[in-house]
C-alpha cells in the first residue's frame, strides 16, 4: 500500500466532523501563509513605491523650477558694474566689510587674483558669492589654508568672467 492510499484510508476513517475542522484549520493556515508570503510583501512594496512617487513627484518640480531660473539667467544678460577687475575686487572688497583684510590685488589675463592673509571664512564666501552676482567674475582656481584661530583662513583665489555663449 502506498503512502498516499494509506494517507486517505485514514481519512476516511475520521469522523466527518473532524474531516471539517482540519479543513478549515488548513484553509486557515493556508490564509495565513498567502498572507505572509504573496500579500504582505506586496502591500510593503506598494507603500514603498508610493513614497517613491512623492520623492519622485517632489524632485521633478525643484528641477523644473531650477531650469526654470537658469533659463531666466540667461535671458537677463546683466553686465558687471566694474569693467576693470581690479577696481571690481576693491569695490567688493570695501562693501563685505573686508577692505583691511585684502592684501593683493593682482590682475591676470581676463580676470583678477585676490589674496587675503587672514579672514573669517564666511566673509570670504560672501565676498566670492558678491564677486559672482555683482561683478560676473567667479573663481575659476582657489587656495585656502587654515590659520591658528578657528574659522580663520588665509585665502587666494582667481576670478575670471566666463567667455560669452554662443
Known amino acids: 500500500m502506498s503512502a498516499l492510499a ?6 476516511l476513517r475520521r469522523p466527518p466532523r473532524e474531516r471539517v475542522l482540519v479543513g478549515i484549520a488548513a484553509v ?9 508570503a504573496l500579500y504582505r510583501p506586496l502591500a510593503d512594496d506598494l507603500a514603498a513605491s508610493e513614497r517613491a512617487l512623492t520623492h519622485a513627484r517632489s524632485a521633478v ?8 531660473e537658469v533659463a531666466g539667467l540667461g535671458r537677463e544678460a546683466r553686465a558687471a558694474q566694474a569693467t576693470d577687475a581690479r577696481a571690481a575686487a576693491t569695490r567688493v572688497a570695501a562693501a563685505t ?3 583691511d583684510a585684502l592684501t593683493a590685488v593682482d590682475v591676470t589675463d581676463g580676470g583678477v587674483r585676490v589674496t587675503f592673509a587672514d579672514v573669517e571664512l564666511p566673509s570670504f564666501a560672501t565676498f566670492i558669492e558678491t564677486m559672482g552676482r555683482e561683478e560676473l567674475l567667479f573663481p575659476s582656481e582657489m587656495l585656502l589654508a587654515a590659520r591658528v ?3 580663520r583662513v588665509r585665502a587666494e583665489a582667481t576670478l575670471a ?3 560669452a555663449v554662443r
Do not use: E, F, I
Open 6 to 11: 494509506s494517507w486517505r484510508a485514514a481519512w
Open 28 to 36: 486557515l493556515v493556508a490564509g495565513v501563509a498567502g498572507y505572509v
Open 61 to 68: 518640480v525643484v528641477a523644473r523650477q531650477r531650469a526654470d
Open 97 to 99: 566689510g573686508l577692505n
Open 149 to 151: 584661530t578657528p574659522g
Open 161 to 163: 568672467r566666463p567667455k
